[in-house]
């Protein structure tokens, strides 16, 4: 195998490798992933080096390309995407032909950022796998690649091999021993250049407004936001698991927004109310602007910071607090306690007549706000259909293409929609959005991730505010309940909430406290951790020093069938093995004609058809020839050590 | 080398070179630094530790390898000026566990070198590096240079093996005829007792002596009697022939000059390995040192020790004593 095709078939396996992240995390489209797939495998099961694309036909790939980026959304769901999918159509065209050396390194670069921003992207536990397997190919593609690259350099021949496989084992082993150390040592500081949101993040997560035309394609994911405890509960009711973030009445263009013109500061209410209810103790996992709160909350335990309301009824914190950011509510399950309806709530800014004739449809035959009310829920749950793929045009209303069009949506378009339907019966209705669901983790304990943000509607009815939920049941946030500590799933979950706690969330606060931890651990052991390193010091001295008292075995050299029984005739000279190591040929050869009268020449033919195989100048002469010269001159030697003694080579 | 010497930080003959590979890698490390502080992302900061846990990685397993490393050249028995010349290098592997992969050998100050794959703990691997020297001379015996860049290649980390004693390169070996020779010729006969030399007709067979030439040896007698046999050949009438060259030239410091010079030498050597080995008695003058005409393996290797370490010198060229027999002056034209 030339190292030409060696090369293409280790950056085709690179690619492979890079579109795992980038797939599963969503950060690319699947569809702009193929190519590079593709043209992966073309490379790494072909038998040929292939010589990169014509200019002419890289120069005509380039607008489809864009058209492409374009046609995926463009820059309307942010910069980030549409570069990424650049980037990966541009990496498919480089990659073919990508083997000749100017144009590997290129390919390189592209692989290279590609794959941080895959792993960037990921939060799966698989995603340590992913990079000890990689570093372990890598060491492996470096190890096979240089021997190859430097046998070209110094024009001789190419040495091939598979690389040892100790030698990539520790190159592995070692990074990964010397890294998990770096991991939780490097400094958690935020940038104060932290870049902003750069448009509309595609991943699922709690929004403060809700804005139904950038939503486009969400991605789950699975970053861990909240979690709630209900200390004094044996038995946790899942309807408990939902928690408000934000309270919408305003709709203006496909966007559900509160200004701020109701702040509310000082003493709340909410910090003094009273104590009957269910108590929670909840803990922000990320940084945050605002507490999440049950719907019916009755007294809040705030962090110590000053606390405030806006005017979406959220209680707001300020922006900065590092996680985890811990508080305590007491909430009454049954209820939701909000401010009373007003005119806002009942305003239909779109369609109204439209709206008002399907509202009518369907709560048809129904009497009461109540009734009515589950009509439109039932109604939309059944009638549409879930889904987290939603491109809402930005010419037409995103709640009438849901309701008329697309007929499919997220928890957003459902609730937005019932909300509209509910106002255009005269009900007031308001839009709600926190997280919901959880995962259960034992002991009343539940993780909410940002796969668990929701939406649904709050309605007046009957004199009170009531909880509905349109989203059909596969796209509203479950609760996990009830699972047995030894389940594999609860294993993975646990194992899964470890990676989430101390690999994807470790945080400034988290390292500090390991550093305290160890650090305290330390002094309280100070001792036996002296007397430890004190043993493990001796040992290892005791080790080395053995090591270099016991005689160490020569290194075996290579010799050939006629240095070896040269090797021999000079030990019978009385040459010592060590000596003979650190001996050239020519004063080998010069101790053992002091020795020889008869055999002088044999010997010196000996030691001259040695030198001349040697250097490949000639091919080695008779096995019978040689035998007999050796005899001759070895027969000669014992006769002379029988005789007397003179001074063993290299003395005297 | 001692143990305590694989825990210097720097021993002697050590040396250190970035790759290209350790920008593009330092370039790398700063960008996902730069990205993971700026985000917070603990995937970065991952992706940033193993980055750096594999650069300190390589690095130790690179140092332990070079460490136990050792190497010792061979050199031919004779080294030509402009003639490729093949250096056996020796290399023994001490670490008891870790192989040592892709070994570059090189001479320091020479072209060419060799790549040994792999070397097995506590064993040694051979290999050629085959070189070339420019100019004839002589020169302090190169040092054997061992490289190592696995794992990783961010480095090259070079131990040099230094070798005592100097190297006499012989003049170049060119094509080139044999002169007309000017003089009376002076002929000899067989100098002293049990000296044969070639081109004669062989006389008789007879047991080898010290001092024979081994290409007169009889293979096939001594293969059926089971000791060296070689050919005495008949005496002949050989002349007596010199080459004089003359080391005086208008300019010795031009680089021109030198070069020319270096070609004058190189085909007096040439001629004077040709004729000796076609029997002829040969001697050379290059004043004022006077080898008088001889035969031989050894009277040739006198000659071209003679020719490699001339150097031309400003002056003008004289006779500098009356030649008995015929020769052959070399001489630059510019000199006068």
Known sequence: ?652 | MPWPAALEWRFPGFALAPTRGFWWFLLWVGLVGLAALNTGNNALYMLLAISLGAFVASGVLSRHSLGHLRAEATWPAEVWAGAATRVTVAVTNNSPWLPAWAVVCRLEGLPGGTVLPMIPPRQAAQGVVVTRFSRRGLYPRPALVVEVRAPLGFFVKALRFSSEGDLLVYPQLVAAGVPRFVGTPQGTRELGAGKTQRGGEVELLREFRPGDDVRDVHWKQTARQGRVIVMERKDRERHLRFLVLDPHVRDPDNPTTRQRFDDLVAEVASVARKLIQQGHAVGLVVHPTVVPPAWGIEHLRQILTLLALVEPRRGVVGVPFSLQGEHAVYRLGESS
């Not at chain 1, 991943?203 to 994911?221: D, M, N, P, Y």
């Not at chain 1, 339907?421 to 997280?435: C, D, K, S, V």
């Open chain 1, 1 to 652: 195998m030339s190292t030409s095709l060696l090369w293409q078939r280790w950056l085709a396996l690179a690619a492979l490798a890079v579109t795992l992240p980038l797939g599963f995390s969503g950060a690319v489209n699947w569809l702009f992933l193929l190519p590079l797939a593709g043209v992966g495998l073309a490379l790494l099961f072909s038998r040929t080096v292939y010589p990169p694309l014509p200019a002419w036909v890289e120069n005509l790939l380039a607008p489809l390309i864009l058209l492409a980026a374009l046609a995926a959304g463009g820059l309307r769901f942010g910069i980030l995407r549409p570069v990424a999918n650049l980037l990966v159509l541009l990496t498919a065209v480089r990659l073919w032909g990508g083997a000749p050396r100017p144009r590997r390194y290129t390919v390189l670069a592209l692989l290279a950022v590609l794959n941080a921003a895959g792993v960037a992207s990921s939060t799966h536990p698989a995603l340590v796998l992913y990079l000890v397997v990689g570093l372990a190919a890598l060491t492996f593609a470096t190890a096979q690649l240089l021997p190859l690259e430097l046998g070209q350099r110094l024009g001789g021949a190419a040495p091939r091999g598979q690389p040892p496989w100790r030698l990539w084992l520790a190159t592995t082993a070692l990074a990964l021993a010397v890294g998990a150390p770096l991991f939780v040592l490097f400094p958690r500081l935020r940038s104060p250049f932290a870049a902003a949101g750069m448009g509309a993040r595609p991943i699922s997560g709690f929004r403060e407004a809700v804005s139904l035309h950038q939503l486009g394609e969400i991605k789950t994911s699975r970053r861990p936001m909240l979690r709630v405890r209900f200390p004094d509960q044996a038995e946790v009711n899942p309807q408990w698991l939902r928690f408000v973030g934000a309270t919408l009445s305003h709709y203006r263009a496909g966007r559900w927004l509160e200004g701020r013109r109701q702040v509310q500061r000082g003493d709340l209410p909410i910090l003094r109310g009273d104590q009957v209810g269910v108590r929670a103790e909840f803990s922000l996992e990320q940084t945050s602007d605002r507490l999440f709160l049950p719907p019916g909350a009755r007294r809040l335990v705030p962090p110590e910071v000053e606390v405030w309301l806006d005017g979406a009824e959220a209680v707001r914190i300020p922006r900065g607090l590092v996680p985890p950011i811990a508080y305590q509510v007491v909430f009454d399950p049954s209820g939701v306690y909000t401010r009373p309806p007003g005119d806002e709530d009942l305003a239909v800014p779109i369609s109204r007549p439209a709206l008002e004739r399907l509202a009518q449809r369907v709560t048809e035959g129904h009497q009461g706000a109540w009734a009515k009310a589950k009509a439109l829920e039932t109604y939309l749950q059944a009638n549409y259909r879930y889904s987290t793929r939603t491109l809402a045009p930005l010419r037409a209303d995103p709640v009438e293409w849901f309701l008329w069009t697309s007929r499919e949506g997220h928890c957003e378009f459902f609730a937005s929609a019932m909300v509209l339907l509910l106002r255009a019966q005269g009900i007031p209705a308001r839009l709600q959005t926190g997280f919901a669901g959880g995962q259960d983790l034992g002991n009343g304990e539940f993780l909410l991730r940002d796969a668990n943000a929701h939406a649904w509607v709050l309605a007046f009815v009957n004199n009170r505010w009531h909880i509905f939920d349109p989203t059909p049941p596969e796209g509203q946030p479950a609760a996990e309940l009830g699972r047995s500590a030894w389940d594999w799933r609860a294993i993975w979950a646990r194992l899964g909430e470890i990676w989430d706690r101390w690999i994807i969330t470790f945080s400034l606060a988290d390292q500090l406290d390991v550093l305290l931890a160890v650090w305290a651990k330390v002094r309280r052991h100070w001792l036996w951790i002296a007397v430890a390193g004190l043993v493990a010091l001796a040992g290892v001295a005791v080790a080395v020093l053995s090591r270099r008292w016991r005689p160490r075995p020569q290194a075996r050299l290579t010799l050939s069938p006629l240095g070896r029984s040269l090797w021999q005739l000079a030990r019978l000279a009385g040459w010592e093995e060590g000596a003979l190591h650190h001996a050239t040929p020519t004063k080998v050869l010069e101790t053992l004609l002091l020795r020889l009268e008869r055999s002088r020449a044999t010997c010196q033919w000996l030691f001259l058809v040695h030198q001349q195989v040697t250097y490949g100048l000639v091919q080695p002469p008779g096995a019978r020839q040689l035998r007999r010269a050796l005899r001759e001159v070895r027969g000669e030697l014992v006769a002379y050590r029988r005789q007397g003694s003179t001074p063993p080579p290299g003395e005297g």
